[in-house]
């Protein structure tokens, strides 16, 4: 059966463009179905412009839907959700829903994606919070999934413990770890290290032993990309801006080497040379590459798209999609907090008010 | 007047060859007194051979000061402050606080140096809690004062108001900015983002527009390295951890490029006429070129070397604390603090709670 994979068409920063080259990009390397969902006429006039530059055999279908609103990306995520019904987004999660589709792609207003996810796909049983997860490339080849990447500010530590539970079975799922080593970010390895919801999660988790997953106690920020550890679970606070250090360190070093290779011969020489490297690097590291994040903890599949994701973003974010509902990541998710329930339902009487390490 | 800097000669993980090499370096150099504090014999003994390696000349002079025990690295902070009055860390600080030295410098422990600091040296009048400081090269090529880079893993948000004030202080005294532009670290621009901390001293640090610094709102992760901010200030858990995460990325980006190059001789050819370029941007980014990170909030100067020090970073991190006491940054922070008291003091009425945008 043809994977039918839902794409909010109006809600990326360059919308429609990206996500109508995307789709079509997709469906002429896979048999995959992309429903477009958007402002029907001008989605139609795009394909055929788009489909006359790429008159390529396609292996897949596209159809269209109509949705007569969208929601800007500097809408306030709730009121627009509330407000606009008929918004692409909105439509678009509708249709996995009510079955019409298997999963559901949207570079839009990540907080309006969220509430969609909540409200329309409504979270898993015995879930406190989903979380967004993305996956980093680490130094031994391996993958290691990261969450939350900015769903949740504030959590508790029984919330970082179910997201072991999602990041442990995603990383299974996706990635075929067959027991995924998982650690809580902090800012020391020492147990006595971290914060209260930390502690509290450091907690649980060690008490819980036969998890389906290895619980390895505390990493660092360094650690994402260590190859130590498969799944490392944080706050939506900590986890956005340990994403943003890194992609602020990728870009100043970038800059800084083309800065000095502009005032150095033999530099640029180098660079020249080194610059199908550079780019292997750079594809390693490029969310694009890996097909977006994916909002974890919902009954549905849903990934996110960068907001400004080029065609090939988007179409990564459409395999991507479609993979995930193929080797039934919902069920699995289902299956694994009904399973680890005991993790954060019993261990949870409140934790001894442990002093914070280095203030002595 | 010679500064006279106390080094705390056995803190370091490498103790005390890297102290002494370190200290011996920096007379060569420098019109420095360097006080080593430590056990006596060992110190003359290492002194006496690393002095046979370099007989150079001396522009400063070494002193030794006993002291008949050692803090290490894995104890507890405070119950190691507690116990070990005569630790070679507490003999130095108790120098500077006597008046028998200018500034401290150490390696060890860093909860114990918070603790020596605390106690020892005691906060400044009108703060709650002192902070870590370390400074960041950008991509314009001026420099951004981040703090707390781990002192406290929980604050609130007059704590972070009063960092602004203890970052601009050191950025103006240090750095030379006439009129530092400050930010609080957050998961995203927008002033309804954050944490309840974060918000909080958000609307402290907007609602006082007359300070020595220009408040310019929230910075994300990778707004570290873009130069439009002098200082950015976070708790001590988001700092370690965005220290960490770039620290990690640099590493995986090296060793990456290392092990491409080793599979393509135009990649070799490459990264080798690139190498002269690859230790300059190393160079810009090891925290030892910048001696050490500076302990803001006390009544005195102390420096924090990082534990793996070389003797090159105790040098570095020696003049930082020669030329900290010689700017005067202790009475400069004293000031500020009781100039801007107004700040955390008058605007400290609880914030109306704000929902966090991203979760609608």
Chains 1, 2 share one sequence.
């Not at 068409?9 to 789709?23: F, I, K, L, S, Y």
């Not at 990041?167 to 799922?173: C, E, I, K, L, Q």
């Not at 147990?191 to 509290?200: A, S």
Request: net charge neutral; with cysteine.
């Amino acid at each position: 059966m043809m994977r039918r994979i839902v794409l909010d068409a109006m809600g990326g920063d360059h919308a429609p463009g990206p996500e109508v080259e995307g789709a079509l990009a997709a469906v002429r390397e896979r048999p995959i179905e992309v429903i477009l969902v958007g402002d029907e006429p001008l989605l139609k006039e795009r394909l055929a412009r788009a489909a006359e530059r790429h008159p390529g055999r396609r292996r897949g279908k596209i159809t269209l839907r109509h949705a007569s609103q969208v929601i800007a990306m500097d809408e306030h995520p709730g009121a627009a959700f509330k407000a606009k019904k008929d918004s692409s987004m909105r439509v678009a999660f509708n249709l996995v829903v009510e079955g019409a589709g298997d999963a559901v792609v949207s570079a839009g207003n990540t907080g309006a994606v969220l509430a969609c996810g909540l409200f329309l796909m409504k979270r898993l049983p015995h879930l406190e919070r989903p979380g967004i997860t993305t996956v980093c490339p680490t130094r031994t080849g391996s993958y290691c999934v990261m969450l939350d990447m900015g769903a949740n500010t504030e959590v508790r530590g029984s919330t970082l413990a179910q997201f072991a539970v999602l990041g442990s079975t995603y990383a299974r799922t996706l990635l075929g770890h067959a027991r995924p080593r998982v650690a809580v970010l902090s800012n020391g390895e020492e147990e006595t290290k971290g914060t209260e919801v930390t502690r509290e999660a450091h907690r649980l988790l060690a008490a819980f032993p036969d998890g389906d997953f290895e619980f390895r106690g505390y990493a660092e920020g360094r650690d994402v990309f260590s190859g130590d550890f498969d799944v490392i679970v944080t706050d939506g606070f900590t986890g956005n801006v340990a994403l943003k250090t890194f992609e602020g360190t990728l870009r100043f070093l970038f800059e800084t080497l083309e800065a000095k290779a502009r005032r150095s011969r033999r530099a640029m020489v180098g660079a020249m040379l080194l610059k199908p490297t550079f780019r292997a690097i750079r594809r390693l590291l490029e969310p694009e590459e890996h097909g977006g994040a994916v909002l974890l903890g919902v009954d549905g599949v849903a990934v996110i798209s960068h907001g400004s994701s080029n065609a090939k973003a988007i179409k990564n974010a459409l395999f991507t999609a479609a993979h995930l509902a193929e080797v039934g990541l919902t069920p699995a998710l289902a299956e694994g907090l009904a399973r680890h329930r005991r993790l954060w339902e019993e261990g949870a009487e409140p934790p001894a008010k442990a002093p914070a390490a280095a203030e002595g």
